[in-house]
């Protein structure tokens, strides 16, 4: 692109010069004739014997010699225009790249930044939508409205140890869904049976397994349960209640762990069993057994959570007055330490199954404490854990 210009520039440069050239010639000539004629007027005048035939050439000679002088001078300063004119043009032009670089970069530049502020949009908009899908499933199990196309098993039983027991002598049984009505409950109500794991006979009360289903509830949603059973769930104190208060019955609790590794633990405490609302749901526990340690009991009398009422953030029992000291933290409310979540707290204890994650942290996992269970003298990193009961023989019942 810049050769042609430059021979274009070239030839103009020559045009305008042979103009002025011949311009110059001319003017010369005219010139040269006017001088010549007043030559041979004053030499008519003069003498005869004066010698003027050698003025006239002279004159001429010193035209062409200017004539040329001026056309170099004219050429060279023409180039240098011409020249300087080309470096000016190379300049504008560079400056004007950069000019529009700069001016596509800022604009990608916000592009980005507008798309990143779109795509922040749309993460606030779908956590938006999660929390209100999970607000109604919440309202669907409270209402007892089935949710999915399928229907649970319909085998009535007091709990699923009971069911277990009338239904397993004729045929086996799977794990589900099964609806039950404990003594002295006033409707019946689903609750998930482990048909599977150890002997059978299992309901499930409380299970974590991805840290989508979010534990930082008030007391309402912990007193009637929340959750999908299959998955992750809290059936519900008052729930749970029927279920260990009925006659002549006495309940294991098992607490099955799974650390991020995949190894498994567990804790069980016989003669499981929790008060009414008006104790707010004091837990009572027996005998322990497992590999997981005594996490409920601790090590120390203030680790104790046993004996303790329920706790969440808007009904406070966790025995913080007017504050208690928790790895080195001073905080009125256990709940509010572990991020909002309801428990059997006793300042605040070794133990909590329902821990969530912080709100500044990013992580899905659920935090999951059960302290007592260590390696390399450092607690277990829980991945996920399950509470179940299960009627066991007791020889003061016949």
């Known amino acids: ?156 039983g007091r709990d699923c140890s009971d069911i277990k027991d009338t239904v397993d002598s004729f045929s086996k049984i799977p794990s589900g869904i099964y609806i039950i009505q404990p003594d002295g409950a006033d409707y019946p109500f689903e609750v998930f049976c482990e048909m599977d794991y150890m002997d059978g006979g299992w309901t499930v009360i409380q299970k974590r397994t991805d840290g989508l289903i979010d534990f930082k509830r008030v007391w309402s949603d912990y007193m009637d349960g929340f959750g999908h059973l299959p998955g992750e769930h809290w059936l519900g104190l008052r729930k749970i209640f029927h279920i260990v208060n009925q006659k002549n019955t006495n309940f294991l609790l098992h ?64 025995g913080c007055s007017p504050f208690c000291t928790f790895d080195g933290q001073a905080t009125e409310s256990c709940s509010t330490l572990n991020n909002l979540t309801g428990w059997w707290f006793n300042q605040c204890g070794m133990a909590n199954l329902n821990g969530g994650p912080m709100d500044v942290d990013l992580s899905t996992q659920p935090h999951i404490h059960w302290d007592t269970w260590t390696q390399n003298g450092l607690a277990v990193n829980i991945k996920s854990v399950a509470m179940k009961i299960k009627r066991i023989h007791n020889p003061f019942f016949n």
């Not at 050239?21 to 004066?50: C, F, P, W």
């Not at 930044?113 to 779109?118: G, L, V």
């Not at 069993?273 to 837990?283: L, N, Y």
């Open 1 to 156: 692109m810049r050769k042609p210009l430059a021979r274009n520039m070239e030839r103009l440069c020559f045009t305008v010069l042979l103009v002025s050239v011949l311009h110059e010639i001319q003017t010369s000539s005219i010139n040269s004739v006017d001088k010549s004629s007043s030559t041979v007027n004053k030499s008519g005048m003069a003498r005869a014997d004066y010698q003027g035939s050698n003025i006239k050439p002279k004159l001429v000679y010193s035209s062409k010699e200017n004539t040329s002088k001026k056309c170099v001078v004219s050429c060279e300063t023409s180039a240098n225009v011409l020249k300087q004119e080309k470096h000016t043009m190379c300049r504008n032009l560079q400056n004007s790249l950069v000019s529009y670089t700069r001016s596509t970069r800022k604009l990608i530049r916000n592009m980005m930044d507008e798309h990143q502020k779109s795509l922040e949009f749309l993460s606030n908009q779908v956590r938006e939508l999660m929390n209100k899908v999970q607000q109604l499933s919440t309202e669907v199990l409270r209402n007892n409205i089935e949710p999915f196309p399928h229907k649970p098993v319909q085998s009535h």
């Open 255 to 318: 607490v099955a762990l799974v650390s991020q590794d995949d190894t498994s633990s567990y804790a069980s405490y016989d003669n499981f069993w929790i008060e009414d609302e008006t104790r707010f749901f004091k837990i009572h526990l027996g005998r322990y057994a497992g590999s997981a340690g005594d996490a409920f009991r601790g090590y120390r009398l203030e680790d104790n959570q046993n004996s303790m009422p329920f706790s969440t953030s808007d009904i406070d029992n966790d």
